[in-house]
T-cell receptor, first 117, second 115 residues
Framework: AQKVTQAQTEISVVEKEDVTLDCVYETRDTTYYLFWYKQPPSGELVFLIRRNSFDEQNEISGRYSWNFQKSTSSFNFTITASQVVDSAVYFCALSSISSGSARQLTFGSGTQLTVLP | KAGVTQTPRYLIKTRGQQVTLSCSPISGHRSVSWYQQTPGQGLQFLFEYFSETQRNKGNFPGRFSGRQFSNSRSEMNVSTLELGDSALYLC??????????????FGPGTRLTVL
């Protein structure tokens, strides 16, 4: 069985602070995919990033960066110089072929990030 | 490209009724998946359709069903509604092949309230 754990239920930071959202996953598969999605109050899930299990290179996109470590089964997400518009619920997700489809996402419970002005 | 669209955005039904939700994927996307989001259970996979065939199904009762049309549009149906079916239903579409085939793009969702 697959599992994604986001231990941080809520995080509150002041604007311009850096913040890291933690994600720990469990899977028996050697080939799998990890994702981060953002859900603003409007409800739509916004795709942020996908990583496959063979690519451990960290990635940076503007103020966003992701740290993928297979040794600790973690895929953490850092927002640098946070802004009020970053306030949202962030979900980490996992998929693999053995779960039935590479498109069947197993989501974590989400982290509510609030950035205060 | 236009994003994933879902209709209606809001729906109120009573117990025992049935409901049909609609999803139009991004142009060119042939895979459509459905998810249910509730405060208690979080985001859970319902099913995936490709080429008018259900390819994968999550752990939901038979009251939840879906279908896909030849233009890749999809509908899901919930029969004999229960209070616990109140949720945000999200549809996602993705390409079938290529480097981005596992990237799913979500619609705004349909908020279903069962009274």
């Amino acid at each position: 069985a697959q599992k994604v754990t986001q231990a941080q239920t809520e995080i509150s930071v002041v604007e311009k602070e850096d913040v890291t959202l933690d994600c720990v996953y469990e899977t028996r598969d050697t080939t799998y995919y990890l994702f981060w999605y953002k859900q603003p109050p409007s409800g739509e899930l916004v795709f942020l990033i996908r990583r496959n299990s063979f690519d451990e290179q960290n990635e940076i996109s503007g103020r966003y960066s992701w740290n993928f470590q297979k040794s600790t089964s973690s895929f953490n997400f850092t927002i640098t110089a946070s802004q009020v518009v970053d306030s949202a619920v962030y979900f980490c997700a996992l998929s693999s072929i053995s779960s039935g489809s590479a498109r069947q996402l197993t989501f974590g419970s989400g982290t509510q990030l609030t950035v205060l002005p | 490209k236009a994003g994933v669209t879902q209709t209606p955005r809001y729906l109120i039904k009573t117990r025992g009724q049935q409901v049909t939700l609609s999803c139009s994927p991004i142009s060119g996307h042939r895979s459509v998946s459905w998810y249910q989001q509730t405060p208690g259970q979080g985001l859970q996979f319902l099913f995936e359709y490709f080429s008018e065939t259900q390819r994968n199904k999550g752990n939901f009762p038979g009251r939840f069903s879906g279908r896909q049309f030849s233009n890749s549009r999809s509908e899901m149906n919930v029969s004999t509604l229960e209070l616990g079916d109140s949720a945000l239903y999200l549809c996602a579409s993705s390409e079938e092949q290529g480097a981005r085939s596992n990237e799913q793009f979500f619609g705004p969702g349909t908020r279903l309230t069962v009274l």
